[in-house]
């Protein structure tokens, strides 16, 4: 291994590790950091849905925000920026947020889960990375969202913002802020735990670059495993944390497609779900994760990104499209369908139009 391949390894073992502690401290079943899923609670403490298992404000999310930004600030790669599509942006965070919700989590709980002998998640990381191989034949054919341009530091600055008011909420509990009596919602580390774990997480990404789906992006486009390395750290550092837990007693990791936490059996849409999230990592250049660190350092065009996301989990959970523990939903099943084929049609138009400039 390369000297900054050994970096990107043990900073994603880091991230493992952190996954894991969060875990032992009280996060859902296999649910050490899962970004669509927390931004979906967050969505749901907000009032944008009303599924009262899934509302909370997770601290881990603030965390990430507070890292990458004061990570940024510090390394100078902070700067405001944008004007990449933004629309397109906001339409296809609303998607890729449903499939991720049809799957019952991000590409990096997706890791969580096959660490702890999740099958179904198997299924969707065959699904994510027949996403991205789709993406990359659009890039090959010229697709591009455009360049972004410098804007003002104020577009920066709006997710860091929003950070503070969510902490603010999180810590006051106003009567206007909806937390989870019971269900995955009701189960969290200590706020502090989550809030330092989620700084560290955010520094380390800022600093790395990580993203699961730019990894698999770059093993098939460029044959290029320098991300992947820290994908395969987060991997090994979850595998090694659930089986020390398993040993303390305190763990559920057991491989199987049966009795897994927060996770369905049904493979067809597991695998398509997942799809959804792979081709549209491709379209924005990052997955959920890589889209939250790049709105802290000032990337407006992420910030209105992880905003669909947050629209496209309250849509996902008022339109019954959200799977559960049963399955995914028949409204979710004819969604991830009609999203799969649109976002297609986008991905076509987008790379005729580019290749026409």
């Not at 000297?3 to 073992?13: A, M, P, Q, R, S």
């Not at 496209?312 to 799977?323: K, M, T």
Request: charged share 10%; glycine share 14%.
């Amino acid at each position: 291994m390369k000297k900054e391949n050994i970096k990107i390894f043990v900073g994603g073992f880091i991230i493992g590790i952190v996954g894991i502690l969060l875990l032992y401290f009280g996060n859902p079943g296999n649910m050490g950091i899962c970004i669509a899923c927390f931004w979906r609670d967050i969505a749901g403490a907000l009032g944008l849905h009303r599924a009262g298992v899934v509302q909370y404000i997770r601290p881990e999310i603030i965390g990430i925000i507070f890292g990458a930004f004061l990570s940024s600030i510090l390394f100078k790669d902070f700067k405001g920026r944008g004007g990449s599509n933004p629309l397109i942006r906001f339409v296809l965070g609303i998607f890729m947020s449903i499939g991720a919700l049809v799957f019952l989590g991000c590409p990096l709980r997706m890791i969580f889960r096959i660490a702890a002998g999740d099958l179904n998640a198997v299924v969707g990381l065959l699904g994510f990375v027949f996403g991205i191989l789709i993406g990359i034949l659009f890039l090959k054919k010229g697709y591009s969202l455009g360049k972004s341009v410098k804007e003002s530091k104020i577009v920066g600055l709006i997710m860091p913002a929003l950070a503070v008011m969510l902490l603010i909420f999180l810590l006051v509990k106003p009567a206007f802020i909806f937390f989870s009596k019971e269900g995955p919602g009701s189960m969290h580390a200590p706020i502090i735990i989550s809030l330092v774990g989620g700084l560290v997480v955010g520094i380390i990404l800022q600093r790395t670059r990580i993203c699961t789906g730019g990894a698999f992006r770059d093993l098939f486009l460029i044959k290029d495993m320098h991300y992947l390395w820290g994908v395969i750290g987060i991997f090994v550092a979850a595998i090694i944390g659930n089986l020390i837990l398993n040993a303390l007693g305190e763990g559920h990791a057991h491989i199987g497609f049966e009795n897994q936490p927060v996770a369905h059996t049904m493979g067809l849409w597991n695998f398509l779900g997942m799809t959804i999230v792979g081709l549209i990592a491709v379209m924005l250049g990052g997955c959920p994760i890589r889209q939250t660190v790049l709105s802290a350092e000032g990337d407006g065009d992420a910030a209105v990104t992880v905003f669909g996301i947050i629209i496209g989990a309250a849509i996902a959970h008022n339109f019954g499209l959200a799977s559960s523990a049963e399955g995914a939903t028949p409204n979710g099943k004819i969604a991830t369908i009609i999203i799969l084929c649109i976002t297609l049609i986008i991905a076509f138009v987008i790379t005729k139009h580019s290749g026409e400039e």
